[in-house]
């Protein structure tokens, strides 16, 4: 326990000061006052001190803390206080937050008696950083019965919440942002998808359009009747999500980096991949490969996604595929369909991305997601006000011209590709995805 002064001793010092002025003209009685205060002050001081070390004793506190919570949303913090003694506690709780928590201080009054033992007191956060965050310790400030000093003593209460994308952590933020585009996401249901799939599906009656090539005739003549054989496409493929967290994934965009987008729509296509009765998996980077998890599929594989992918963070560092392009080589044998999350700046480092995504796509179907820089777009329509602002303006064109270039060789090469707003990634990347998956590339 560590004290402090209190009100009571504040005020004392407060006269004391005043009574060594009066000392100018009365200098007996400012001795006597003095030292009357300096005792009583004493006095005061020791009872409180041995006071507030029993209130220590006698008082716990306990928080409650939700294990996920989604990014930027509030949340609720829970602080339940307890005295076993019979003496009036008053004073006040602060609990250390993380430091991108909102808000970062706050102080909570509480006062525990007899008839009233147990205080719950209460607070809404918002984090919008995704990762694992932690809360403690627990710090409580107690007033003395006379006032005279403060005791202040951390409870170690350590406790952390996963932030997760919002979308991912709040149903209500998944429907209204991804619309009816991917309302498939809501069916509990693996939805049929007739098509030019060899899977056998059902059999069914002839009607005028099917394919004549199709009918089943030992089950035609058992009914004596036209009958066809149905077929979807196939499931139980595998998609691999790449994501790139390197520096260019850094850039900040209008909710949150582009690596926060990346990573929202990385798990919505998970999702939208897992419940058309696809395994899923994910991989992240930027000079070296951050994270990997092989296609999975099952009930937990959704938390294994979010798991993998929740902290994902921007190092700063360059990107280069080749680790994961040897990963992906080495532990990805299997025909798959990969999404790689990333950008792209200029022609040749477009050139090393086209020369492992050509050699993957030998064995696979790539689809490139490029996330655009915001601010790139703002200094276009900014008008020209000086010299500088010319050059900008210059360099920015530059910029986007090789830009494009860049995409144009990926597209050229015969890799998919998705240009979009960071923001406005999902429902193309989505929409991509099922008609990719309707054509029966796998």
Same mark, same amino acid.
């Given at each position: 326990?560590?004290?402090?002064?209190?009100?009571?001793?504040?005020?004392?010092?407060?006269?004391?000061?005043?009574?060594?002025?009066?000392?100018?003209?009365?200098?007996?009685?400012?001795?006597?006052?003095?030292?009357?205060?300096?005792?009583?002050?004493?006095?005061?001081?020791?009872?409180?001190?041995?006071?507030?070390?029993?209130?220590?004793?006698?008082?716990?506190?306990?928080?409650?803390?939700?294990?996920?919570?989604?990014?930027?949303?509030?949340?609720?913090?829970?602080?339940?206080?307890?005295?076993?003694?019979?003496?009036?506690v008053r004073g006040s709780l602060r609990d250390e937050s993380p430091a991108t928590g909102d808000?970062?201080?706050?102080?909570?009054?509480?006062?525990?008696?007899?008839?009233?033992?147990?205080?719950?007191?209460?607070?809404?956060?918002?984090?919008?950083?995704?990762?694992?965050?932690?809360?403690?310790?627990?710090?409580?400030?107690?007033?003395?019965?006379?006032?005279?000093?403060?005791?202040?003593?951390?409870?170690?209460?350590?406790?952390?919440?996963?932030?997760?994308?919002?979308?991912?952590?709040?149903?209500?933020?998944? #429907?209204?942002?991804?619309? %009816?585009?991917? !309302? /498939?996401? @809501?069916?509990?249901?693996?939805? +049929?998808?007739?098509?030019?799939?060899?899977?056998?599906?059902?059999?069914?009656?002839?009607?005028?359009?099917?394919?004549?090539?199709?009918?089943?005739?030992?089950?035609?003549?058992?009914?004596?009747?036209?009958?066809?054989?149905?077929?979807?496409?196939?499931?139980?493929?595998?998609?691999?999500?790449?994501?790139?967290?390197?520096?260019?994934?850094?850039?900040?965009?209008?909710?949150?980096?582009?690596?926060?987008?990346?990573?929202?729509?990385?798990?919505?296509?998970?999702?939208?991949?897992?419940?058309?009765?696809?395994?899923?998996?994910?991989?992240?980077?930027?000079?070296?490969?951050?994270?990997?998890?092989?296609? #999975?599929?099952?009930?937990? %594989?959704?938390? !294994? /996604?979010? @798991?993998?992918?929740?902290?994902? +963070?921007?190092?700063?560092?360059?990107?280069d595929f080749t680790p994961m392009f040897a990963t992906l080589q080495r532990r990805q044998a299997?025909?798959?369909?990969?999404?790689?999350?990333?950008?792209?700046?200029?022609?040749?480092?477009?050139?090393?991305?086209?020369?492992?995504?050509?050699?993957?796509?030998?064995?696979?179907?790539?689809?490139?997601?490029?996330?655009?820089?915001?601010?790139?777009?703002?200094?276009?329509?900014?008008?020209?006000?000086?010299?500088?602002?010319?050059?900008?303006?210059?360099?920015?064109?530059?910029?986007?011209?090789?830009?494009?270039?860049?995409?144009?060789s990926l597209h050229r090469g015969g890799i998919y590709v998705v240009d979009v707003e960071p923001?406005?990634?999902?429902?193309?990347?989505?929409?991509?995805?099922?008609?990719?998956?309707?054509?029966?590339?796998?």
């Open positions: 326990m560590t004290v402090r002064p209190g009100v009571n001793l504040v005020r004392a010092a407060a006269g004391l000061f005043a009574i060594s002025i009066l000392g100018l003209w009365l200098p007996t009685a400012a001795l006597v006052g003095g030292i009357v205060i300096a005792l009583g002050s004493a006095v005061c001081c020791f009872i409180d001190f041995r006071r507030l070390r029993v209130q220590f004793d006698g008082v716990s506190v306990d928080r409650r803390l939700p294990q996920v919570a989604g990014r930027d949303l509030a949340f609720p913090v829970e602080w339940t206080l307890r005295s076993r003694g019979d003496a009036a808000p970062r201080l706050a102080l909570h009054r509480f006062e525990l008696s007899e008839s009233r033992p147990q205080a719950i007191l209460e607070q809404t956060y918002r984090i919008p950083v995704r990762g694992r965050h932690t809360f403690g310790p627990v710090w409580i400030r107690i007033e003395g019965p006379l006032r005279f000093l403060e005791g202040q003593r951390a409870f170690e209460r350590p406790g952390a919440i996963r932030v997760l994308p919002e979308q991912y952590a709040s149903r209500d933020e998944l #429907i209204k942002d991804t619309g %009816a585009e991917i !309302a /498939l996401l @809501d069916k509990i249901v693996y939805s +049929r998808q007739h098509g030019a799939g060899n899977e056998f599906e059902s059999l069914d009656e002839y009607r005028q359009g099917d394919d004549p090539r199709r009918i089943d005739w030992r089950t035609t003549a058992r009914y004596g009747r036209p009958i066809i054989r149905r077929y979807q496409i196939e499931r139980h493929r595998d998609v691999m999500i790449v994501i790139d967290c390197g520096r260019l994934m850094g850039t900040d965009s209008d909710r949150g980096s582009k690596l926060d987008c990346a990573v929202d729509s990385a798990l919505l296509l998970g999702r939208v991949a897992l419940q058309s009765g696809d395994r899923c998996g994910l991989g992240m980077f930027d000079d070296r490969v951050r994270g990997y998890l092989p296609p #999975i599929a099952g009930p937990a %594989a959704m938390n !294994a /996604l979010a @798991d993998c992918v929740y902290d994902a +963070r921007v190092a700063w560092r360059e990107s299997k025909r798959s369909l990969l999404v790689i999350l990333s950008d792209v700046v200029d022609a040749e480092t477009s050139e090393l991305f086209r020369t492992s995504l050509l050699q993957l796509q030998r064995r696979h179907v790539v689809l490139f997601a490029a996330l655009r820089t915001p601010q790139l777009g703002r200094i276009i329509e900014e008008p020209i006000g000086s010299m500088l602002d010319g050059a900008r303006k210059a360099v920015t064109f530059r910029l986007l011209r090789e830009r494009e270039q860049a995409l144009h923001k406005q990634l999902t429902a193309p990347l989505v929409n991509q995805f099922i008609e990719l998956r309707q054509r029966n590339l796998l």
